[in-house]
């Protein structure tokens, strides 16, 4: 089961990387721009930034490691309940929401 831990330490592993605040909870930014956040307790699960079609792809597998709340409907965010994500399949999606927010220089250099 992952840890908001787990999410910085994979989030580490990418280029310029830094744990922030976004909108007032812990976050992960890249450029100055988040991609990653942990919501309250109170609301529960981490927010993670994804293209709209990969977040249908997501909620219509069924899998109860992702959902959305109203608050997010139309937006590129697919929101994960760390105690049920597998650990491969969040660094996956950790990567893929990095790739959505960094500048064009550090995604080149990445791939590179």
Known sequence: MPTWD?????????????????YGTPGLKVAGKGFARLRTEAEGGLVLLCGLD???ALLASGDPAFYT?????????ILVDLDRVDHEQLAELVEQAWFGRAPARLRKARDG
Do not use: F, M
């Open 54 to 56: 990969e977040k249908a």
């Open 6 to 22: 787990d999410v910085v330490a994979i989030g580490r592993t990418l280029p310029q990387v830094q744990e922030s605040t976004w």
């Open 69 to 77: 709340t109203p608050h997010y409907d139309g937006y590129g965010v």
